[in-house]
């Protein structure tokens, strides 16, 4: 988790009152931060990745007014348009695709804020930004900008800038030779045939995005009064959500906000967005569900006052949710603001009116068992995310029905998994610098459509993968085999063709008549879509399909 050093007499001012030092120690444990340390000057604290909008004095204070009863409610932004365009040029479209922009005028900085400014933008850039590899963020003096801006990709030995703080004008390699955060971030422009560079109407460099700022267009000081910020990365919902947390911190010291056109002429139709929008926007609460979820009973009016101990406001059973929470996606994410309003302190214990016996889940076990087998036959355990996307399941020949996210934050992980098989590809294809033969396992959920309130069914699932020079069908059905004769599972193989397979290499894992599973060696064409040297060889089945074919689960 980030931890962020706030000035206390900042916060309090933006929260409206001063606590004593004990009641401001328990107040900030409870709104759901990790409280390290307080002093007369500072707060230092933990803030959960899942709330980027309380990285900054001005987010924080924010949050915090509200729920100690300062300011409550729902806060509302204005944003003025000021007819300022960016165009972003289709030579840009292979290595940083999207922007959102915004002006800031009628700013007081100081040396204080400017530093707060930064620590905001860094710690975007680490958790929210993902490290700049999803969102990377520029901050200008705009008074130094002719307008329009272009964001356009030019060779990287084209075009020569000074970087900030450095005393000599480089081009763009040489700045990853060079330049400390060139050096940094040389990785996520490493290969790219051109970079991408925010350009003013004057030709002037602006910047590098994602690695450095122009020393001449690029440096924030005291004297600035109005800045150019812009955000750009590979989702636009994500870029946008960026920009909401920084302009609203800034017009919370007084900034007024002004809207750009942003131009997309990349793709030849010229499409035209508006940003930064601050409107609020509504997601259906149902009380009933709070109340389950909770164990409490609560009515409409007191949902409505808890929510505005948090920021949020309530009509017509919708939760009005403000632009900068980027951590909302569930009405269950609400009901959490709801739980942490409430005061996790104010639940009241209960012993349930059940009594039980505890057993070990089976399932659980079995699943334990197996791992500790593959382990055994010289395996080694992997963890993917849960979240992928239809590429990759597209590169590894798959043809499964994902689930797509409403509301995804970013295009790699837009979809439920509904295989092992393609995380398992993309496993191998970032370790080839690793040595070889690689033979791993993973267990873990995948998904696909069903019935009930989500209409997600989930179900376990085991994968085996080896990579190598001599990979091949006999060496992955052996470590079936062994698995088998350990779990004391008799299974067949029915010869079937299958994409993502060589056709007379695969087939289908059959257990008691019923098939639980596939196996085969990995389609070449599959491996040349995850850039693999080496063959690879496959099988992946559901292990809770075994289990009701055994008899007996030794554990030990």
């Known amino acids: 988790m980030p931890t962020i050093n ?26 759901g931060t990790d409280l390290e340390s307080v002093n007369s000057k500072e707060i230092i604290v933990e803030v959960f990745p899942n709330r980027p909008d309380m990285l900054s004095e001005q987010g924080f204070g924010r949050a915090f007014s509200a729920f100690i009863g300062g300011k409550t409610g729902l806060r509302e932004y204005c944003v ?14 292979e290595v940083r695709p999207y922007t959102a922009c915004a002006i800031i005028k009628n700013l007081k900085l100081d040396d204080e804020r400017i530093k707060q400014l930064m620590q905001l933008q860094e710690k975007l850039h680490v958790t929210f930004g993902r490290n700049r590899k999803k969102a990377a963020i520029g901050v200008y003096p705009l008074e130094r900008i002719k307008m329009p801006i272009y964001f356009r990709g030019i060779n990287p030995k084209g075009i020569k800038f000074r970087p900030l703080e450095y005393n000599k004008e480089l081009n763009g390699l040489e700045i990853l030779e060079l330049h400390p955060k060139g050096r940094e971030f040389a990785q ?7 970079f991408p560079y925010f350009i003013d109407a004057a030709g002037k460099v ?35 959500q960026c920009l909401n947390i920084l302009v609203t911190a ?132 992997t963890a993917s995310y849960s979240l992928s996307n239809k590429a990759c399941d597209k590169k590894s020949l798959l043809n499964n029905e994902l689930i797509e996210l409403e509301n995804a934050l970013n295009q790699d992980y837009s979809c439920l998994r509904g295989s092992l098989i393609p995380g398992m590809l993309r496993v191998f294809s970032e370790n080839k610098h690793n040595d070889y033969p690689q033979r791993v396992f ?25 990579t190598g020079v001599n990979a091949n069908f006999t060496e992955v059905k052996g470590v079936l ?28 894992i059959i257990v008691n008549g019923k098939p639980i599973g596939v196996i085969g060696e990995v389609n070449p064409e599959a491996l040349v879509n995850f850039k693999l040297d080496y063959p690879a060889v496959i099988f992946e089945l559901n292990p809770d399909l075994m289990l009701k074919e055994l008899k007996e689960l030794k554990t030990k």
């Open 6 to 31: 706030l000035n206390r007499v900042e916060v309090e001012k933006l929260a409206g009152r001063k606590l004593p030092e004990d009641k401001l120690k328990d107040r900030i444990s409870m709104l």
């Open 80 to 93: 003025k348009r000021s007819g300022e365009r960016v165009i972003i040029e289709a030579s840009v479209k």
């Open 188 to 194: 996520l422009l490493k290969g790219k045939k051109v």
């Open 206 to 240: 602006l910047s590098m995005p994602p690695v450095i700022n122009s020393d001449d267009t690029g440096k924030v000081d005291a004297g600035t009064r109005e800045v150019f910020i812009e955000c750009s990365g590979f989702d636009l919902n994500v870029l946008k």
């Open 250 to 381: 800034l017009a919370d010291i007084g900034g007024e906000v002004y809207s750009m056109e942003i131009i997309d002429g990349k793709r030849g139709n010229c499409k035209k967005t508006i940003t930064p929008c601050l409107k609020p926007w509504r997601l259906k609460l149902d009380v009933d569900y709070v109340n389950k979820v909770l164990g409490l009973s609560l009515k409409e009016n007191e949902i409505k006052k808890l929510l505005a101990g948090m920021g949020l406001g309530y009509e017509k059973k919708h939760a009005v949710i403000p632009a900068y929470r980027a951590d909302i996606l569930h009405q269950v994410d609400i009901i959490e603001d709801i739980a942490i309003s409430y005061g996790y302190e104010n639940f009241k214990e209960e012993i349930p009116r059940i009594s039980t016996i505890a057993s070990e889940n089976k399932a659980r076990l079995l699943r334990e068992k197996i791992g500790e087998v593959l382990v055994g036959l010289g395996l080694i355990e």
């Open 442 to 466: 993973e267990i873990g959920a995948v998904f696909s459509k069903g019935d009930g309130e989500t209409g997600v069914c989930e179900k376990n699932s085991l994968c085996v993968g080896i």
């Open 481 to 508: 085999d062994g698995m088998s004769r350990v779990l004391g599972i008799d299974y067949s193989l029915k010869d079937e063709a299958l994409s993502c397979f060589i056709v007379g290499r695969c087939g289908r």
